[in-house]
């Protein structure tokens, strides 16, 4: 038998919204693993990826940390209170692209913020 090991980092990206008072972000994340599973059209995340596709927030993107804090505790509480949320994602690098079959995922217990 032939085992096969495949080692892909994941891309680093790092977003800085501007929040002004009662606007929301618009993503929802899985609490669990930290991967977003909703962009809203009317929050500030589709704004930004409007604005900077190459720089876009995607589904299945991983929540790293905001304004350096990263339990999930903080991740909340830094994204609704602070005016200026600098938010670090982790992008899995396509495994498709490396010739292997996608993982299933278990369904979310999403949080929208």
């Known amino acids: 038998a032939v085992l096969e ?4 980092r994941p891309i680093a990206l790092v977003v800085c919204i501007h929040k002004t008072q009662g606007a929301k972000l618009g993503i929802s994340y899985d ?4 991967n977003v599973t909703s962009i809203y059209s009317n929050g500030l995340v589709a704004e ?8 876009a927030v995607h589904l299945g993107d991983r929540i790293t940390q905001v304004n350096g804090c990263s ?3 903080e991740l909340s509480r830094e994204m609704c ?3 200026v949320a600098q938010i670090g994602f982790a992008r899995k690098a396509s495994l498709a692209a490396l010739g292997a079959a996608t ?3 278990a369904a979310p217990m999403a949080r929208a913020i």
Do not use: I, K
């Open 31 to 34: 609490e669990g693993t930290r």
């Open 103 to 105: 993982p299933a995922t």
């Open 5 to 8: 090991l495949t080692l892909a």
């Open 81 to 83: 209170q602070t005016q």
């Open 71 to 73: 339990t999930v505790a």
């Open 48 to 55: 930004w990826n409007l604005r900077f596709p190459e720089a």
